[in-house]
């Protein structure tokens, strides 16, 4: 397991770079906004070398509010050519994933349409990737994307795209916490975890780890459960690093700790009706 941070978009990179390698981080999750992170403004050469003098890996992020799938066609294409670029950056700087948030801010437009307009972005992103040497991962978010159901309808139809699992996400605006019901479809595309604490509701606080109600030792038993040992971010956003700090500190000793996974139970299915909607059972194993 990997454990690192994501850079601040209004601070200098290489800086950025450099505090992280200071705390003992493992990798940089490279977000590429303005103002000071934009793909326009970063110097790709200067951040790999900053990378490798460091030791430190890295994975890509891009901006949550880029409009893929905007009705305004004019707008959607800027976007798509604006990931182009950054996946054109993540190459060069060593990324082996880009992370990218599915779009539903259309107004009057139903959720076909919003899943429609999705994956014509991302099957136009696909093969840039593929020259780049980047792969694509989904983050999962709050009110829209965040439950088998919904995820499904996006990752389904493109067996190349990865699940990028936000655990604080899958806290909020649900009635249960839906980590374990997206491990238990999407386990083995798993590529990429955020990690932070909250209270519920629909607040996404990025508190540190233990200062919110979330069970997160549960979750990183899934995690364990899921055979995922791969890079964690944790998205604690303070002011004061020693927060983060501490949570990197507790988040290494829960996963060598908490090696007992938690009881089996049972698994969604999903399935496709006649209409083509994807839909969720309940499903057991044979022992």
Same mark, same amino acid.
């Given at each position: 397991m990997l454990v690192g941070a994501m850079n601040h978009p209004a601070e200098?990179? &290489?800086d950025e770079i450099k505090w992280m390698a200071e705390m003992d981080l493992d990798f940089v999750d490279l977000t590429l906004e303005p103002p000071e992170a934009a793909v326009? #403004?970063? %110097? /790709?050469? /200067? &951040?790999? #070398?900053?990378?490798a003098d460091h030791g430190l890996d890295v994975i890509g992020h891009t901006a949550y !509010?880029?409009?893929l799938a905007s009705p305004f066609e004019s707008l959607r294409r800027a976007a798509v050519e604006e990931l182009k670029r950054c996946l054109e950056v993540?190459? #060069?700087?060593?990324? #082996?994933w880009m992370n990218l948030h599915p779009d539903g801010k259309a107004p009057l437009h139903d959720k076909n349409f919003h899943v429609e307009r999705n994956l014509q972005t991302l099957r136009e992103l696909l093969p840039v990737g593929r020259d780049c040497g980047v792969g694509l991962i989904i983050e999962n978010l709050p009110g829209k994307w965040n439950t088998v159901l919904e995820l499904s309808r996006l990752l389904e139809p493109l067996p190349e795209i990865g699940l990028h699992l936000d655990i604080g996400h899958a806290n909020l605006m649900v009635e249960k916490n839906t980590t374990e019901e997206l491990l238990s479809i999407y386990g083995p595309r798993l590529r990429h975890v955020h990690l932070h604490d909250n209270k519920g509701g629909s607040a996404d606080l990025h508190l540190p780890l233990g200062s919110g109600t979330? $069970? &997160?030792? @549960?979750h990183i038993r899934s995690l364990k459960k899921a055979k995922y040992d791969g890079t964690i971010t944790l998205e604690v956003f303070c002011e004061d690093r020693h @927060?983060? $700090? !501490?949570?990197? %500190?507790l988040l290494r000793h829960w996963w060598e700790e908490l090696a007992?996974?938690?009881?089996e139970k049972p698994k969604l299915a999903v399935t496709t009706t006649a209409s083509g909607q994807y839909s969720t059972s309940n499903a057991r194993s044979e022992e």
């Open positions: 200098n990179v &290489i326009w #403004k970063v %110097d /790709a050469n /200067a &951040i790999r #070398k900053a990378l !509010y880029l409009p993540f190459g #060069k700087v060593g990324a #082996k979330m $069970e &997160i030792p @549960y @927060y983060l $700090e !501490y949570s990197r %500190d007992v996974p938690p009881p």
